[in-house]
């Protein structure tokens, strides 16, 4: 992340800049959007084992979406008596499908007896998603930290949650905060800070076609989210520095 500087908080907003344009970044100021509950192992964690319910795992119709996405391509003028697109709305709905799969992770946690007091980050998490609003992929890396409370949680679980707030439509913005709640909520992190750079294709493909264009969005959480020591912390180690 070269040439992103940190900068000031001004209305609500961490201002920075990448390569000399100024970029507002979301910080905790704003209201949270509330992430849905996961399964949580470990006596101590601020909440238990959280039932599924319909949202958490919607059962997908393959069989309406299949004949959906025929008529979507066939309207579009595309001829699907072709050999080489005859299976294409079977394929299509397929991989919508394995795109929408959110796998509910149980996240482990383990308690912090030796009393743990830095931060504890994953860099360069790969994630892939769709943007709500037009249905086409993003995709790009999450670095996740956090600084632990009674609890440490799996280090594996951290890519988990990333997956697991990527598989459905989704906004860059959104799935950020919703990182940066969750741990701050459910592990009882003291404070937990994401960062996501991605590329849009619904911005690189389509429209303005800016090619090699990348978004940065910010999130901080818990109760020592405006303590500037722990934000220079972590965008030191993100290196998102100045």
Not at 81 to 95: H, I
Request: proline share 6%.
């Amino acid at each position: 992340m070269t040439g992103l500087h940190p900068h000031y908080e001004q209305n609500g907003h961490f201002v920075t800049h990448i390569n000399g344009h100024a970029v507002s970044q979301m910080t905790a100021i704003a209201p949270a959007l509330r992430p849905r509950d996961l399964p949580v192992d470990g006596a101590a964690s601020s909440v238990g084992p959280a039932e599924q319910t319909d949202e958490d795992a919607p059962r997908a119709d393959l069989h309406a979406a299949q004949r959906a996405a025929a008529a979507f391509l066939q309207a579009l003028g595309l001829d699907l008596d072709k050999e080489e697109l005859r299976e294409t709305p079977a394929r299509m709905t397929r991989a919508y499908a394995e795109l929408f799969d959110a796998r509910r992770p149980t996240l482990t946690t383990f308690p912090n007896d030796a009393g743990y007091d830095e931060l504890v980050l994953a860099r360069a998490i790969p994630f892939r998603t769709v943007c709500e609003h037009h249905l086409l992929p993003f995709s790009g890396v999450a670095h996740v930290a956090y600084l632990p409370g009674e609890r440490l949680l799996g280090l594996s679980k951290l890519a988990r949650l990333v997956e697991f707030f990527a598989a459905r439509p989704q906004t860059q913005e959104r799935m950020t905060r919703q990182l940066a709640d969750y741990l701050a909520a459910k592990l009882s992190a003291r404070w937990a800070g994401v960062v996501l750079e991605a590329e849009h294709s619904c911005m690189t493909l389509r429209g303005v076609r800016a090619q090699g264009t990348k978004t940065v969005t910010t999130a901080l959480a818990g109760p020592l989210r405006a303590d500037p020591q722990q934000r220079a912390e972590f965008l030191t180690l993100t290196n998102a520095q100045d």
